[in-house]
């Protein structure tokens, strides 16, 4: 259908250009602060057996600890998704990056207990909503085609922020002990906070589809490129418009019930897996009469692992599917997590599968961060993806406090790791059932590339 000349919407613009610079500093920001997120995040369990042996914490006393970010992290990815729904994402992310920082900076000043469960809860409070909102950001500075692409790259951060945090901790401890890591922590999010002030623009689709000065997104477009500032574009489409109230009860109408629930029910379980192990497989290593030094190897390498999977996947789901590409995912972790119990005892083997482990976890965790993205409209995408990664950290909050539970049940390194097979089975199980109902396997389904129709 003939729209006329310089009547396209923001998005029908965008869907049609290559990514120019001023989008790839966008996205690159997004990632840079799931990079700060993931170092902030999943450091704890690295520094977990140090933590323990200065302040005479037992090490089986740390599941609430893990468990207290987590929760933080959940209660605030669903609270912001419908905050930044509404005001915008930008602020949404800075606000968030300065919360996280400033409270892990006091992490590195605890004495007790109850001192590090408290902050660590708080600290999550500003982690949960930086997540969601910069994939919400990137995902809109992204031709459509290129969503699953751009989204399981910026996911890629997360594990590499915990690359980055082994590296670092195994330099700092020896030398300044756990709590520099922390200060380390909290001093780069809060000068990169001030970064995204100046840098990170708001989502021009977002400001389309509320209605915005017309001017301001003329501004925008002119950045993205300079020939599209004079160039007059419409609002969104009625599939893409502004919804009035709670937006998250658009997660359940105009025929998303069933694809959101089948986003959840994944979600919950390969965010419990991520976590469980993150969390306890230096301790369950340390078990083994393994050095501290080994389960922070460990996690590294299984974040090297999850940083290639996770930019794997991108061009996998777009080639193949989401369906399949998660069907897998989800079984070679059952086979690797089996795996991962029988060589427990041995560092070399350790280090083989953690790599292979990670590459499947995160690439599933990043292909399903991606097909929420793609799968909720503009106007509820963060809202979105910020419920799919709170039911997720549902599961986060789940797993630490069991891998604690069945420690203190005095069950082996091997038990516990042949136990953590089980979540991923339920995973797979979900994502055969999700295909075989009618209607909620186009939510599996990569979207279709406008370059070919």
Not at 37 to 44: A, L, M, N, P, R
Not at 424 to 438: P, Q
Request: charged share 10%; net charge positive.
């Amino acid at each position: 259908m003939d729209r006329g000349p310089h009547t396209l919407t923001v998005s029908e613009v965008m869907d049609e250009r290559p990514l120019g610079r001023f989008q790839v500093l966008t996205i690159l920001l997004c990632c840079l602060v799931i990079v700060l997120d993931g170092f902030d995040t999943q450091s704890i369990g690295v520094l977990a057996p140090s933590i323990s042996e200065t302040l005479g914490i037992p090490l089986k006393a740390f599941g609430p600890v893990f468990s207290g970010a987590l929760f933080g992290l959940m209660i605030s990815s669903m609270g912001m998704g419908p905050v930044a729904d509404r005001w915008g994402r930008k602020w949404a992310v800075v606000l968030s990056t300065l919360m996280f920082a400033i409270f892990t900076l006091l992490t590195a000043r605890v004495t007790s207990f109850n001192e590090l469960l408290i902050l660590r809860f708080l600290t999550g409070l500003g982690l949960g909503g930086a997540i969601p909102n910069a994939v919400a950001l990137a995902c809109e500075y992204a031709p459509k085609r290129l969503v699953p692409v751009v989204v399981c790259f910026i996911t890629s951060g997360m594990p590499l922020g915990l690359v980055v945090a082994g590296l670092v901790s195994s330099v700092m401890i020896p030398r300044w002990g756990w709590r520099s890591v922390f200060y380390i922590g909290g001093i780069l999010p809060f000068g990169i906070a001030f970064v995204l002030i100046k840098w990170l623009p708001e989502s021009v689709r977002f400001l389309s589809v509320r209605g915005a000065d017309k001017v301001k997104i003329a501004r925008i477009m002119g950045r993205i490129s300079p020939e599209l500032a004079n160039v007059s574009v419409s609002r969104e489409t009625s599939q893409d418009h502004a919804r009035p109230g709670m937006s998250v009860k658009y997660l359940f109408t105009e025929g998303r019930t069933a694809g959101t629930i089948l986003l959840w029910v994944p979600f919950f379980m390969n965010l419990l897996i991520l976590y469980f192990i993150v969390s306890w497989l230096p301790s369950l290593l340390r078990q083994v009469n393994m050095p501290i030094s080994a389960g922070v190897a460990a996690v590294s390498i299984f974040s090297l692992g999850s940083i290639i999977g996770s930019l794997v996947q991108g061009p996998l789901v777009t080639r193949c599917g989401a369906y399949i590409v998660l069907l897998a995912d989800f079984s070679m972790c059952i086979l690797l997590v089996w795996s991962l119990a029988l060589v427990a005892s041995s560092l070399p083997l350790v280090m083989a599968v953690s790599l292979i482990l990670g590459g499947s976890v995160a690439g599933a965790q990043a292909g399903l961060n991606s097909l929420a993205a793609g799968f909720y409209p503009t106007s509820i995408r963060s809202t979105g993806v910020g419920w799919a990664l709170g039911v997720g950290r549902i599961g986060s909050v789940v797993g630490p406090v069991l891998g604690g539970v069945m420690l203190s049940m005095a069950w082996t390194p091997q038990q516990i790791l042949f136990a953590a097979a089980a979540p991923a089975f339920c995973a797979a199980i979900a994502i055969m059932l999700s295909n075989r109902l009618r209607g909620s396997a186009s939510a599996y389904r990569p979207a279709p590339d406008p370059s070919r129709a």
